[in-house]
């Protein structure tokens, strides 16, 4: 059974642009989840898709967006970027029932110059 | 105040100890528990996972759950350096976003 799978891997992006990332959840998994990792942060929730419809979502700027295709892979997209977004975005996918576990991919790792 | 709180350590123990993982947590709503090991540049890896209080076992891993004192812990058997990685704590309510500790490196020598 393949795991969640993200593209990129790795990314360097300048200042000012923007840029998406893409999931593709385990089959059969309906919720994606995506979170920015960073040494001093750790893992900041940023939000979750489950059947197209964004379901939760934590305290990002609006620069911050995603979706959610019926086949349940997902896409983020952070605009105009800053150096403060240089960090490792990680996708997860549950099956989306009420405490289902999330299993996560191998990340993005984005580096703004 | 953070809603998770993790030392982020680092902790080093000598190959064979046992080894002892902590979080403590200010949400009495949490209900759902996890483990997860995360291994340099690579994506978090499930370990345990658990609802409301109690124990569980999985091989040389235990975790722990006392609801009570908003406490969770994850005991490591037996460690080896295979073990050296970063153990993140996690939980979540029903279908709530899961909210992680900093996590804890830990490194296990030979």
């Known amino acids: 059974k393949a795991g969640v799978t993200q593209t990129p891997r790795y990314l360097i992006k300048t200042r000012g642009q923007q840029v998406t990332l893409s999931c593709s959840p385990i089959?059969?998994?309906?919720?994606v989840s995506w979170y920015q990792q960073t040494p001093g942060q750790g893992l900041q929730f940023l939000f979750e898709?489950?059947?197209?419809?964004?379901?939760n979502k934590g305290n990002f700027p609006g620069r911050f967006s995603g979706r959610q295709f019926s086949n349940s892979r997902s896409e983020m997209n952070v605009s105009t970027l800053e150096l403060g977004d240089s960090a490792l975005y990680l996708c997860?996918?549950?099956?989306?029932?009420?405490?289902?576990?999330?299993?996560f991919g191998q990340g993005t790792r984005l580096t703004v110059v | 105040q953070k809603e998770v709180e993790q030392d982020p350590g680092p902790l080093s123990v000598p190959e064979g100890a046992i080894v002892s993982l902590n979080c403590t947590y200010s949400n009495s709503a949490f209900q759902y528990f996890m483990w997860y090991r995360q291994y340099s540049r690579k994506g978090p890896e499930l370990l345990m996972y658990t609802y409301s209080s109690g124990n569980k076992e999985d091989g040389r891993f235990t975790a722990q759950v006392d609801k009570s004192s908003k406490y969770i812990s994850l005991f490591i058997r037996d460690s080896q350096p295979s073990d050296s990685a970063t153990y993140l704590c996690a939980m979540k309510r029903s279908y709530q976003k899961v909210t992680f500790g900093i996590g804890t490196k830990l490194q296990v020598i030979p």
């Open positions: 997860a996918s549950s099956l989306a029932g009420a405490g289902t576990e999330a299993f």
């Open positions: 089959s059969g998994h309906r919720s």
């Open positions: 898709y489950f059947s197209e419809t964004q379901r």
